[in-house]
């Protein structure tokens, strides 16, 4: 874009004697200012020639929340089946049953989004690490980070149980994986195959 724009006067939509109507630009119906300032730039929140996707470190917000959540829910509905069969095995009634079955509605919820959020924070940290560390953001990382992510939950349980959880770990991260490979395109499989093996 040209400098000519400043040596030009600024109309606000009625013609100016010193210039034809020709050289007029319109004002903006919404704004009230003249498009002339404007500099053509492209709209993108990327920069040109970027991914245009979110990395895993901006996505990791997203995970932990969404985790969190669906652990309230999740807890919140088995804390409610367990609160109904506790207070009727206790035959409470009226007031003390309401309160029993939202103790235990809060306590389930509670725990269980505090246990998958913990979870997401420890795959997302792992998958950023990774990302961090080699350079790209693939399939290994992703399988990687959910190994060690069982791993690491269950680090303090003994070797057995450390073991069983980078196996739940990674047998998750690995099925998404491939759900989420095979989703896309059967070409994206053909691709991974000929780039690792």
Not at 134 to 140: N, Q, S
Not at 163 to 173: F, H, K, N, T, W
Request: contains cysteine; proline residues 4%.
């Amino acid at each position: 874009m040209s400098d000519d724009y400043l040596s030009k006067p600024l109309s606000f939509g009625a013609p100016s004697p010193a210039l034809p109507s020709q050289q007029i630009q319109p004002l903006s119906p919404y704004l009230n200012y003249d498009t002339r300032y404007l500099q053509s730039q492209p709209e993108f929140i990327f920069p040109e020639g970027a991914s245009k996707q979110r990395g895993r470190f901006e996505l990791a917000f997203s995970q932990i929340g969404s985790s969190a959540m669906i652990g309230a829910g999740i807890g919140g509905v088995a804390g409610f089946y367990n609160g109904v069969r506790a207070t009727a095995l206790a035959n409470q009634t009226g007031k003390l049953r309401r309160t029993q079955l939202l103790n235990h509605v809060m306590k389930q919820g509670a725990a269980t989004a505090n246990t998958l959020g913990t979870l997401a924070v420890m795959y997302s940290v792992f998958g950023v690490v990774l990302q961090w560390a080699r350079g790209e953001d693939d399939e290994i990382n992703t399988i990687a980070a959910g190994g060690a992510t069982g791993l690491l939950y269950k680090s303090t349980a003994g070797l057995r149980k450390c073991a069983m959880g980078g196996g739940i770990g990674l047998a998750l991260s690995s099925l998404y994986v491939l759900w989420n490979v095979t989703g896309g395109s059967s070409k994206k499989l053909k691709e991974l195959r000929s780039q690792y093996m």
